[in-house]
């Protein structure tokens, strides 16, 4: 019993930051509580209703849809370009791969607010550098140009600064796990006339198969609940066209005052990632049988 009693007092605090405000989130979800009853102090208990109200809503199908494409398009553009850069970096000097892996980090390290911010400079309307740069080129067209006019290339924008920041982690731990493939078998393989994608297909992405699960889980979690990044760039008034559920169940909850209705839609955010979570759990737990 002892491992589990030294357990105890890190499972009180984990209780007490995160089991209170989920314990308030449910409960918010089943009570229309509005501006009078945050005077008040008191909800008042409906049920279902606001489960009601935003699954028959097609407004929020649409979000959901929306919050899941974006997730697919991020996570996968994410695991693409981190395996690319670590097959790079796998082949590149020591000097050459001290400094793109020094580069890496210093793009992880950074917070997101100043990341934004800088991107936020260089796709300016009137000052961008990306604007100056496409105008010097000779597309005259982007001199002014607002990316945020059309939601397609606002997309791409933040599609782009979510997969920069979030390349690092994905290109180094993919390359450490790239240390752990046998040599002997890629060489061997060469030899009996194997191209390098057949090499990688049959070889290194079986081997490497649990890291991409627990890396894609890990990106499918955090890019699902996106929220800074949308806010700040977009002033913290973003178009409907910009919402994702994080987006939209703060809207709900701090702009309209329904608190009741944006808990439960931070609730269905949460029992989505709760799914996740279980298959990350589940790819942890039978790699430390496989160990």
């Keep these: 019993m002892t491992p589990y009693l030294l357990l105890i007092p890190a499972l009180v605090v984990i209780g007490g930051v995160l089991g209170y405000p989920l314990y308030r989130l449910v409960t918010l979800s089943f009570q229309e509580y509005g501006l009078p009853e945050l005077i008040a102090h008191e909800g008042k208990w409906i049920g279902l209703d606001n489960y009601r109200e935003i699954l028959g809503d097609g407004w929020f199908w649409t979000v959901l849809g929306r ?121 061997a393989a060469s030899i009996d006339g194997a191209g390098p994608f057949r090499v990688f297909r049959d070889i290194t992405l079986p081997i490497l198969k649990p890291i991409f699960v627990i890396l894609a889980s890990l990106s499918v979690i955090w890019n699902f609940q996106v929220f800074s990044q949308i806010w700040i760039i977009r ?50 737990v039978r790699l430390g049988e496989i160990e």
């Design 67 to 187: 919050t899941i494409a974006f997730t697919a398009v991020t996570v996968g553009l994410t695991m693409l370009f981190g395996t690319l850069i670590a097959l790079l970096l796998q082949r590149l000097g020591t000097f050459m791969r001290l400094l793109i892996t020094t580069g890496l980090v210093l793009v992880w390290s950074m917070p997101p607010v100043v990341a934004v911010n800088i991107w936020s400079w260089m796709i300016d309307y009137e000052f961008g550098v990306l604007n100056w740069t496409l105008a010097q080129l000779g597309f005259e067209s982007f001199a002014h140009h607002d990316w945020f006019v059309n939601p397609i290339q606002g997309w791409a924008i933040i599609t782009a600064i979510i997969v920069w920041g979030a390349i690092p982690f994905v290109a180094i731990t993919i390359f450490a796990g790239l240390t752990q493939v046998s040599g002997e078998m890629v060489e």
């Design 235 to 284: 002033n913290a008034r973003p178009e409907e066209d910009y919402f994702l559920l994080s987006i939209y169940s703060f809207v709900e909850s701090f702009n309209t005052s329904q608190y009741g209705l944006g808990s439960a839609i931070a609730l269905v955010m949460v029992l989505a990632m709760l799914m996740v979570t279980f298959v990350y759990i589940r790819q942890m």
